[in-house]
């Protein structure tokens, strides 16, 4: 029997997804777990894994056209059936794939795609003729609405003509601004107000719109949400890390060893949850949700946004592994090679802007967590000693930013101070 494969729902609150491309070929076989699309979301693109065993007979959508999670994308053959048969079966996930479209007319379109992979023989395109049907996805179309394109001179690439994402994107970034520029009128230099001390006045500066990119939608949209939503309360800890960065140069110094402070920042905020396992939750409409183990987010800087990839089991994690792991998520992260699962869980992130040279930030909730750890730069700073005496230490500012739902205050500053004695006294990390 068929399987037909849907359009997975890659992260929380996810309504809808494109195809970014398909990374297993008509005909080849597919194992559980085997890379099976790219799926790009407004945030990120990420690698979705198949579900199922089977042969790939055919694809309901290609690359670049979008459908709501749910949506037939695939079908798959299984064992013993023919790629004919299984297509023949899955005329209805044919069906849907289309309607999903928002058009009606897409049906044919989306049919011929099926037709088109499973012969290896797409139509060639053409051009559109005066007051035809233009054939386009909801991605495609809000594309065009963004950059002011009348979809109607666009000659599309896809089967049967349809246009897709990359038609769009052939065409530049020239007429994304033609829309917000603004037309120019002659103005005379006489006519403007007289400035304080008989000056003109200047006309105002000059600027450029930049389009909203989909990943800058969803963090305005999300942190938005998080920020009006979430009771926010904040606690600040100035924590003395000379003890943990001398531990860090004698880790590194093990051939083929690098742990970064970040790293030990992680691994202590692990810790620290495992001290005080009732941080160690988060906000559901039914219940507060209390994890057994530890799952962490990093906050990872991309181009045009942010992504907060998770690290599991953080606190069964040497040192070493879990700066492996990090640096893993990180550099896939910014390639877009994330997959769907690495972006989902967790009770808490870390935000870590000190290698900017922040002293001392605040930071956003990232939903439905109930924790985040913002870190500031280590430096050099005045110090009161136990004596009372003036001396030097290299000194880290952190704040923790919690949910008043889960975290009383009480809790928010057990929790802090398990995370500031583990940060002071970092061989407790190793054992």
């Known amino acids: 029997m068929a399987i037909i494969v849907r359009m997975p729902e890659i992260a929380t609150g996810t309504d809808a997804a494109a195809i970014a491309g398909w990374l297993v070929a008509v005909g080849e076989p597919v194992q559980v777990g085997q890379p099976l699309a790219e799926i790009e979301t407004e945030k990120a693109t990420v690698e979705f894994e198949a579900e199922s065993a089977g042969t790939l007979a055919g694809t309901l959508l290609a690359p670049g056209a979008s459908a709501p999670v749910g949506t037939p994308i695939a079908v798959l053959a299984v064992d013993g059936e023919s790629i004919e048969a299984a297509l023949a079966e899955s005329g209805g996930g044919v069906a849907a ?8 007319g897409d049906v044919e379109s989306a049919a011929q795609i099926v037709v088109d992979v499973a012969s290896d023989s797409a139509r ?51 007429a994304a601004s033609s829309r917000s520029a603004a037309p120019e009128v002659p103005v005379s230099v006489d006519a403007l107000p007289a400035a304080p001390g008989g ?10 719109d930049l389009p909203h990119t989909g990943m800058r939608r969803a963090i305005a949209r999300r942190l938005t949400e998080s920020k009006g939503t979430v009771p926010h309360f904040y606690l600040v800890a100035h924590c003395r890390v000379d003890a943990l960065i001398a531990l860090r140069a004698q880790i590194n110094a093990v051939e083929g060893t690098r742990v970064s402070v970040n790293d030990l920042v992680v691994k202590a905020v692990a810790a620290a949850l495992r001290d005080v396992p009732e941080a160690n939750a988060i906000w559901t ?3 507060t949700r209390r994890f057994s183990g530890v799952d962490i987010s990093v906050a990872v800087s991309v181009p045009g946004g942010l992504l907060t990839p998770v690290v599991r089991g953080v606190e069964r994690l040497s040192v070493g592994e879990l700066g492996a792991a990090i640096r893993d998520l990180a550099e896939r992260a910014r390639a877009g090679k994330l997959r769907q699962q690495e972006l989902e869980g967790g009770s808490f992130s870390v935000s ?53 739902r889960v975290l009383d205050g009480a809790l928010a500053a057990e929790w802090l101070a398990a995370f500031t004695k583990r940060i002071e006294q970092p061989l407790s990390l190793l054992v």
Do not use: W
């Open 97 to 104: 794939a289309a309607a999903a479209t928002g058009d009606r």
């Open 124 to 174: 060639p395109a053409s051009p559109v003729e005066p007051g035809a049907r233009v054939f386009a996805s909801p991605l495609v179309r809000k594309l065009a609405r963004e950059r002011n394109l009348d979809l109607a001179a666009v000659r599309g690439t896809g089967p049967g003509g349809r246009i897709v994402r990359r038609d769009i994107e052939a065409l530049g970034p020239t």
């Open 199 to 208: 000056a003109t006045s200047a006309p105002g500066a000059a600027f450029e």
């Open 285 to 287: 409409e039914e219940a």
């Open 352 to 404: 870590n802007l000190g290698m900017y040279g922040t002293s001392e930030f605040a930071a956003i909730l990232n939903p439905p967590q109930s924790g985040i750890l913002a870190v500031g730069a280590a430096e050099q700073r005045p110090v009161v000693e136990s004596d009372g005496s003036l001396g030097v230490a290299t000194m880290m500012t952190v704040t923790l930013s919690a949910d008043h």
